[in-house]
C-alpha cells in the first residue's frame, strides 16, 4: 500500500555542552543470527531514528503550505527525523523522476539519510526491478556521497516468488554489499504464508513493517462514520506476537539469517484512500500515533530480537496539524537510544524541555522531561566525547 499509484489496499570547553539520554531496557542485541553491522555513511539498522515517507515531494509541499523542497526537507528535520524514504520507482510504471541527485544533495545537506523506495512487483518484472534498483542506488549527491539506502515495497504480488525475492536481494547485494537494505511488507507474517518473509530477510538489513492498524483493520465500519478500525496497542501486541513467533522457529534453522530489527511504519494518513485537500478522508487521531509509539516503546517481545529502534510515517503529504505536532514529540527506541541536547544538536526529540545553545556555564541547571517510561541513563560529555557525570533514573 505504500507507493502503488492506484492505492490499492495492500573536556568541559567554554562553548559546548551535551547531556546525552540512553533508554537503558532492552539493549541487548538479537538473541540469534548475525548481528547486522553499520552500513554505508554510517546507516545503524538498530538505531535508525525516526523518518518519514515522502511518496510524492511536490504533493509534500503543496499539501503542508510549502514553496519548494527545501523547506519541506527543512521542516522534516524541525520535526527530529533521522531520515526520509523517498519513492523512486516502479516496476509497470518506470522511474517517478523524484530521487535525483539534488533531493540527496539537499537531505544531506540537512543532515538527514535518504532512502529510495520503490513498488517492485516481482514476476515478469523481475529484471526490470533489478535494474530500477541498481541505478537508483547509484544516485550521489554534489560532493560524491552515495544515497543511504533503499525500501523495497514488495507487497502481494509477491506471494509464492521465492526465487525471484532471493535473485532482486541478491543482485543488489551483488552490487551494493554493504549499502542498507530493507523490505516493507505487511506487518503479520501470519497473514500471508506464502509471502516470502525469510527470503528477503536474508538479504536485508531491516523490516519496514506497514502497521496501518486504522487501516487494515477498517472494512467492518460503514462508510463515512469515521469509526477506526483496531487500536495501536492491537497492532503492535499482534505484530510483535506474530513477529516473535516466526523468529523464535527461524532461530532454530538456518533461517535465523533472517532475524532482523523492525523499523514499522505508522499510519499518518487517511484510510480508505481518500486525500487532502479534496476529502476529509478517515484521519487517524494524532492521540493514536503518540499511543503507538508508546506501545512500541513499551514492547518486551520483541527485545532479543533486536526491539525497535526505528518509528517511520506514510506520508508527509497526508499528515495533519495535529499528526505532525505528535510525530514531532514522539521517538521509538526500546533497543536503547541517544539523545543530545546543547550546541552539538538541539533537535533531541526524546527530550521534551532543551535549552537554547549556550556557552557552559557551570552554576546553570539543565531542564528536560523524558517522553519515555523507561529507566534512562543521564550523562554529561564534553565536546569530544568524554563522559564528565552521569546518573540513573529509574524512571517508571
Not at 537510544?337 to 546553570?364: K, Y
Amino acid at each position: 500500500m505504500l507507493g502503488r499509484n492506484t492505492m490499492k489496499n495492500r573536556s568541559l570547553r567554554r562553548t559546548t555542552i551535551a547531556l546525552s539520554l540512553a533508554v537503558v531496557g532492552g539493549l541487548a542485541g538479537p538473541a540469534a543470527g548475525a548481528k547486522v553491522p553499520i552500513r554505508d555513511n554510517g546507516v545503524d539498522p538498530y538505531h535508525l531514528g525516526k523518518g518519514d515517507y515522502v511518496w510524492i515531494p511536490s504533493a509534500g509541499v503543496n499539501n503542508n503550505g510549502f514553496a519548494n523542497l527545501q523547506q519541506l526537507i527543512d521542516f522534516e528535520k524541525s520535526k527530529g527525523m533521522k531520515y526520509l524514504v523517498v519513492k523512486s520507482s516502479q516496476s509497470d510504471a518506470g522511474f517517478t523522476g523524484n530521487f535525483t541527485s539534488d533531493l540527496v544533495t539537499r537531505c544531506h545537506k540537512a543532515g538527514l539519510k535518504i532512502f529510495a523506495f520503490p513498488y517492485a512487483i516481482g514476476g515478469a518484472y523481475l529484471q526490470t526491478d533489478i535494474n530500477q534498483a541498481l541505478a537508483i542506488m547509484a544516485v550521489k549527491d554534489g560532493d560524491g556521497v552515495p544515497m543511504d539506502g533503499y525500501v523495497i515495497d514488495a507487497e502481494s504480488e509477491w506471494s509464492g516468488q521465492y526465487a525471484n525475492a532471493e535473485t532482486l536481494c541478491k543482485a543488489i547485494r551483488a552490487k551494493y554489499p554493504t549499502r542498507f537494505l530493507a523490505h516493507a511488507p505487511y506487518p503479520m507474517p501470519g497473514w500471508n504464508a506464502a509471502f516470502p518473509y525469510k527470503q528477503f530477510g536474508k538479504y536485508c538489513d531491516a523490516v519496514f513493517a506497514q502497521a496501518y492498524w486504522y487501516l487494515q483493520f477498517d472494512y467492518d465500519f460503514p462508510a463515512g462514520t469515521g469509526t477506526g478500525g483496531k487500536s495501536p496497542e492491537y497492532m503492535v501486541r499482534t505484530m510483535s506476537g506474530q513477529w516473535d513467533s516466526a523468529y523464535a522457529r527461524w532461530s532454530l534453522t538456518a533461517d535465523s539469517l533472517s532475524i532482523k530489527p523492525l523499523a514499522p511504519t505508522g499510519q499518518a494518513f487517511p484510510s480508505r484512500g481518500a486525500s487532502p485537500p479534496t476529502s476529509a478522508g478517515h484521519y487517524c487521531p494524532a492521540a493514536e500515533l503518540a499511543r503507538f509509539c508508546v506501545a512500541l516503546n513499551a514492547d518486551t517481545l520483541m527485545s532479543k530480537w533486536g526491539g525497535y529502534g526505528s518509528v517511520n510515517w506514510f506520508d508527509a503529504a497526508w499528515h495533519t496539524k495535529s499528526q505532525w505536532d505528535t510525530i514531532g514529540k514522539y521517538d521509538v527506541c526500546s533497543r536503547g537510544c541517544v539523545a543530545t541536547v546543547g550546541l552539538a544538536s538541539r533537535q533531541a526529540p526524546e527530550i521534551r524541555d532543551r535549552l537554547a545553545a549556550q556557552a557552559f556555564n557551570p552554576s546553570r541547571g539543565i531542564g528536560f522531561g523524558i517522553l519515555f517510561p523507561r529507566p534512562t541513563a543521564d550523562r554529561i560529555s564534553d565536546a569530544l566525547g568524554k563522559v564528565r557525570s552521569g546518573r540513573l533514573n529509574p524512571r517508571k
